[in-house]
């Protein structure tokens, strides 16, 4: 069980939008950046979003993100078929056992 | 920029695990950036393992803390892993990856490497 709560899966319909919740608490969301991660099939997972909503070179407007109190959320816009992955979010926990988190995953499926 | 993950496949029950990561086209000895390994278990999401400095200062898990060992040769441009008393539950992909982090307040893995499988198994 995560310490980040994420859906296990969103779906849509190309062109559509989906967005992917990351559920935290004050040690954690609330007082620290967040980062999205995208994991094709197969592969490793990749950067997609930085300090709660900057975007690396490369990455496409279509992903944004951003950040309420202790939750988080990844937008998706104009949904593709090549967006069908697994997206993480991530974050330090400031806790008395301070360590690096991450979510347990959102399966986004293009219908 | 490449991060390369190597070493062995397969690791018996109670040993050690142990990998490299070699990194090339970019200095491993700057002071923008930690170096990391993450694993990911079969069908589950990715977990921290630790980040090292260059100058070899460390964080680490603190569930893992008591068995991991992160060290980094700047001659060589590499990190290592060990993790030792392993067992079936340490059967992951093990990555590493380039860190930005400000301990309690930034963490973000902005490179990784392929990856390499590691099973523990008898």
């Known amino acids: 069980q995560s310490v980040l709560t994420q859906p296990p899966s969103v779906s849509a319909a190309p062109g559509q939008k989906v967005s992917i919740s990351c559920s935290g608490s004050?040690?954690?969301?609330?007082?620290?950046?967040v980062s999205w991660y995208q994991q094709l099939p197969g592969t490793a997972p990749k950067l997609l979003i930085y300090?709660?909503?900057k975007r690396p070179s490369g990455i496409p407007d279509r992903f944004s993100g951003s950040k309420s109190g202790t939750s988080a959320t990844l937008d998706i816009t104009g949904l593709q078929t090549g967006d069908e992955a697994d997206y993480y979010c991530?974050?330090?926990?400031?806790?008395?056992?301070?360590?690096?988190?991450f979510g347990g995953g959102t399966k986004v499926t293009v219908l | 920029l490449q991060l390369h993950e190597s070493g062995p496949g397969l690791v018996r029950p109670s040993e050690t695990l142990s990998l490299s990561c070699t990194v090339s086209?970019?200095?491993?000895?700057?002071?923008?950036?930690?170096w990391a390994w993450i694993r990911q278990p079969p069908g589950k999401g990715p977990e921290w393992v630790g980040s090292?400095?260059?100058?070899?200062?460390?964080h680490y898990n603190p569930s893992l803390e008591s068995r991991v060992t992160i060290s980094v040769d700047t001659s060589k441009s590499q990190l290592s892993l060990k993790l030792n008393s392993v067992t079936a539950a340490d059967t992951a992909k093990y990555y590493c990856?380039?860190?930005?982090?400000?301990?309690?307040?930034?963490?973000?893995?902005?490179?990784w490497g392929r990856g390499i499988m590691v099973a523990v198994a008898s």
């Open positions: 090292i400095f260059y100058t070899g200062s460390t």
């Open positions: 086209g970019f200095s491993i000895s700057t002071s923008n950036y930690y």
């Open positions: 990856a380039r860190h930005v982090m400000v301990p309690m307040v930034v963490s973000t893995f902005d490179l």
């Open positions: 004050s040690s954690n969301i609330e007082s620290n950046y």
């Open positions: 991530g974050t330090w926990d400031s806790s008395l056992s301070a360590s690096v988190l």
């Open positions: 300090d709660n909503n």
